[in-house]
């Protein structure tokens, strides 16, 4: 489905440094990091926005400069925020998707809208942000893509609409033949949902794994300094809260403890981020 290889991308003072993950079909990849890690960047990279200084991205086997119109017909994007045609209604925003992708099924788009409960008349102008990435949803559904890229897409809505696009997000890939990649930094919203991870500092990888591997590798200590350090732990970080501390480390031989537990995604990466060393 998609294969990046060493991508490399350098923008003023920020650089993205050999980036490599494979998504196969029928799969949800979260692409995590803070604000200003890089996701945006690689996304555009995606698309064919930027070009990379070094590396190899394939979609379908195929490559994105030299094959953009094959690609791009195969693929739905779904942005942060609908900015873009403020003037027009949803109506004249479907002719421009009619004109824009080969299989572009009209009807499969009305059923989305209606279901959304938004007005075909509405103008994108006036449409709230949840259900502007409603629309933008609609349009990536309606064109047989096989895979969907979403930057950012629940940043900023409450929980209910969220929660709504996550389940049809599952939905979606339910037949097994499409993949998805989420870039976000509420992880909480891939814990029940990704099958994959990727996760960007600074312009770096950190890891890219699945779920289940993540959900094995890792583990947090939880308690008092001396407990921490009579564990003999090798802890890739530390961190002090009000009434204890806690270590994030690799669970290579099965330690077992009361003080031991699963952590979040968010636990680990505010660890790597921001935990003491």
């Given amino acids: 489905m998609i294969r990046i290889e060493n991508l490399s991308k350098t923008r003023g003072k920020f650089s993205l440094e050999d980036i490599s993950f494979e998504l196969k079909e029928g799969f949800i990849m979260g692409l995590i990091g803070p604000n200003g890690s890089g996701k945006t960047t690689l996304i555009k990279l995606l698309l064919g926005l930027l070009r990379a200084d070094k590396g190899d991205i394939k979609f379908f086997n195929k490559n994105i400069f030299k094959d953009e119109v094959y690609i791009k017909d195969r693929i739905g994007f779904v942005f942060d925020n609908f900015n873009f045609y403020q003037h027009l209604n949803i109506k004249d925003y479907k002719k421009i998707l009619q004109g824009s992708y080969s299989k572009f099924d009209e009807s499969k788009f009305n059923s989305y809208i209606d279901s959304f409960g938004i007005s075909k008349k509405s103008y994108i102008g006036n449409l709230s942000k ?34 709504d696009i996550l389940k ?38 950190v890891f890219t794994e699945d779920m289940e591997s993540i959900k094995e590798k890792y583990r947090i200590f939880r308690g008092s300094k001396e407990e921490l350090d009579n564990s003999n732990l090798d802890f890739i970080s530390y961190k002090k809260n009000k ?11 099965s330690f077992d403890s009361e003080n031991v537990s699963i952590p979040s995604l968010e636990d680990i990466m505010y660890h790597y981020i921001r935990g003491e060393k």
């Fill in 243 to 253: 009434y204890y501390e806690e270590g994030l480390f690799i669970n290579e031989n």
């Fill in 168 to 205: 049809l997000l599952q939905e979606v890939i339910e037949d097994g033949d499409k993949s998805i990649i989420i870039s976000t930094h509420i992880t909480s919203d891939l814990d029940g949902i990704a099958d994959y991870i990727t996760f960007i500092n600074k312009g770096k990888l």
């Fill in 130 to 163: 949840g259900e502007g990435i409603k629309v933008m949803l609609a349009g990536a559904l309606s064109h047989e893509a096989k895979l969907i890229i979403l930057d950012e897409p629940t940043a900023g809505l409450d929980p209910i609409v969220r929660k």
